[in-house]
């Protein structure tokens, strides 16, 4: 295949999975934590404040999750998914909804990504954002209260029979 | 017919959510006995009679996949409809739950109506198949 070929490809199949990372997430956001959630430009000051979670994957893909769950979202977020009142949550509890945020988008993501792979999902742990945009796919989404951004990079696929 | 329940899931927040979903889809829901791994869900089940066991599959201590063998190997446990809440949408691990016993699967995200409407099937087809 010719190189241009051969780049716009790789761009057409980028795009692609980004839209499915917008998609994906958006569903889990409404679903299960009753929020919208709407794609947005990427300004990424907030990060540093934000409450992050790291999900290592592995199996036919490997690679990690990053999710980054601005402060201003935390408290309703945990109160849409307990029933309870923004306010109401306690701090461990609020800690549990996001840790639980990251393994429930992590699982949807990568299944809608390859349904035919076979991976494990390593707990979600609770760390600083770390990931830096390279080799990442990436999107930011804007929710009732707060920012959402989530990156996803690929270490390897292994060839199955 | 109010229907007891026992929810297997290591996450406090998620065993939370789905007894709370379970409430607002309209489920008849009796009793809700909960565990956070297949051990303690087996020693839940020596104590207590259900009519549906939800589980997770990644749990320490004893997954879901060697709590669903454990259930086939019991004589009367073997027969309670189990339904199996999981992140993993692969094909590959629907299946394999589905062959250790599983009566059913969701996938997270899942919205109040279809857990309800997989809740009544799986007992619909276990009460139809007893009669």
Same mark, same amino acid.
């Given at each position: 295949?010719?190189?241009?070929?051969?780049?716009?490809?790789?761009?057409?199949?980028?795009?692609?999975?980004?839209?499915?990372?917008?998609?994906?997430?958006?569903?889990?956001?409404? +679903?299960?934590?009753?929020?919208?959630?709407?794609?947005?430009?990427?300004?990424?000051?907030?990060?540093?404040?934000?409450?992050?979670?790291?999900?290592?994957?592995?199996?036919?893909?490997?690679?990690?999750?990053?999710?980054?769950?601005?402060?201003?979202?935390?408290?309703?977020?945990?109160?849409?998914?307990?029933?309870?009142?923004?306010?109401?949550?306690?701090?461990?509890?609020?800690?549990?909804?996001?840790?639980?945020?990251?393994?429930?988008?992590?699982?949807?993501?990568?299944?809608?990504?390859?349904?035919?792979?076979?991976?494990?999902?390593?707990?979600?742990?609770? +760390?600083?954002?770390?990931?830096?945009?390279?080799?990442?796919?990436?999107?930011?989404?804007?929710?009732?209260?707060?920012?959402?951004?989530?990156?996803?990079?690929?270490?390897?696929?292994?060839? +199955?029979? | 017919?109010?229907?007891?329940v026992?929810v297997?899931?290591?996450?406090?927040?998620?065993?939370?959510?789905i007894r709370r979903v379970m409430c607002l889809s309209?489920f008849?829901l /009796?009793?809700c006995?909960?565990?956070?791994?297949?051990?303690?869900?087996?020693?839940?089940?020596?104590?207590?009679?259900?009519?549906?066991?939800l589980?997770?599959?990644?749990?320490?201590?004893?997954?879901?996949?060697?709590?669903?063998?454990?259930?086939?190997?019991? /004589?009367?446990?073997?027969?309670?409809?189990?339904?199996?809440?999981?992140?993993?949408?692969?094909?590959?691990?629907?299946?394999?739950?589905?062959?250790?016993?599983?009566?059913?699967?969701?996938?997270?995200?899942?919205?109040p109506?279809?857990l309800r409407?997989?809740l009544?099937?799986?007992? /619909?087809?276990?009460?139809?198949?007893?009669?």
């Amino acid at each position: 295949m010719p190189h241009e070929l051969e780049h716009l490809e790789a761009a057409c199949q980028d795009e692609e999975l980004t839209e499915t990372l917008r998609r994906v997430s958006a569903e889990v956001m409404e +679903t299960m934590f009753f929020s919208e959630a709407v794609p947005v430009d990427c300004e990424h000051d907030w990060l540093a404040g934000a409450a992050s979670v790291r999900v290592d994957f592995d199996g036919s893909h490997s690679g990690q999750m990053w999710l980054a769950l601005s402060r201003e979202a935390i408290p309703a977020i945990a109160g849409a998914f307990l029933g309870l009142d923004p306010d109401e949550a306690a701090a461990e509890q609020r800690s549990q909804v996001i840790l639980e945020l990251g393994n429930i988008l992590c699982g949807a993501i990568l299944s809608s990504l390859w349904p035919e792979s076979q991976l494990q999902l390593d707990p979600p742990a609770l +760390t600083a954002w770390e990931c830096t945009s390279e080799g990442v796919w990436h999107v930011c989404l804007a929710l009732e209260e707060g920012l959402l951004a989530i990156s996803i990079r690929l270490s390897g696929v292994k060839q +199955t029979c | 017919m109010a229907y007891s329940v026992l929810v297997v899931d290591d996450s406090p927040v998620m065993r939370s959510f789905i007894r709370r979903v379970m409430c607002l889809s309209g489920f008849e829901l /009796g009793q809700c006995w909960e565990a956070c791994n297949g051990e303690e869900a087996l020693a839940q089940l020596k104590e207590h009679t259900v009519d549906v066991i939800l589980t997770d599959i990644n749990m320490p201590k004893m997954n879901g996949e060697e709590f669903l063998k454990r259930l086939e190997q019991e /004589g009367t446990l073997r027969s309670v409809p189990k339904l199996v809440i999981s992140t993993d949408a692969t094909k590959n691990r629907i299946l394999r739950m589905l062959s250790l016993g599983a009566d059913g699967y969701m996938t997270k995200p899942f919205s109040p109506e279809s857990l309800r409407e997989e809740l009544e099937r799986i007992l /619909g087809a276990r009460n139809a198949s007893r009669t």
